[in-house]
Nanobody, 123 residues
Framework: QVQLVESGGGLVQAGGSLRLSCAVS????????MGWFRQAPGKEREFIAGIRWSGMYTVYADSVKGRCTISRDNAKNTVYLQMNSVKPEDTGVYYCAARSGRSGDYTTQYDYWGQGTQVTVSS
């Protein structure tokens, strides 16, 4: 059983920064490709960023490229999403997800999901 718990969300002003964390309860965290997704009100869940087990391969959605950094600490079973220069359109519930594989930017590719953490960006 794989469990994911996100934290770090909250209210932030436009232009500010925050770091989301996702703690993963699993024996072999390094076996999993990790992704961050976002769901804005009334919209579908969308891919934000992904990272391979080694941390050497990362990929970002165009909407956050240059403003967000995904990273992972395999010793702590944790994946992070650093968000800088946030915008009101970054508002939404942020989910981390895990899958066995080398990549993935569709929700259907992921096997495990956290409960989400709310991020609200005020203008």
């Amino acid at each position: 059983q794989v469990q994911l718990v996100e934290s770090g969300g909250g209210l932030v002003q436009a232009g500010g920064s925050l770091r989301l964390s996702c703690a993963v309860s699993v024996r072999t965290f390094s076996n999993y490709y990790m992704g961050w997704f976002r769901q804005a009100p009334g919209k579908e869940r969308e891919f934000i960023a992904g990272i391979r087990w080694s941390g050497m391969y990362t990929v970002y959605a165009d909407s956050v490229k240059g403003r967000c950094t995904i990273s992972r600490d395999n010793a702590k079973n944790t994946v992070y999403l650093q968000m800088n220069s946030v915008k009101p359109e970054d508002t939404g519930v942020y989910y981390c997800a895990a899958r066995s594989g080398r990549s993935g930017d569709y929700t259907t590719q992921y096997d495990y999901w956290g409960q989400g953490t709310q991020v609200t960006v005020s203008s």
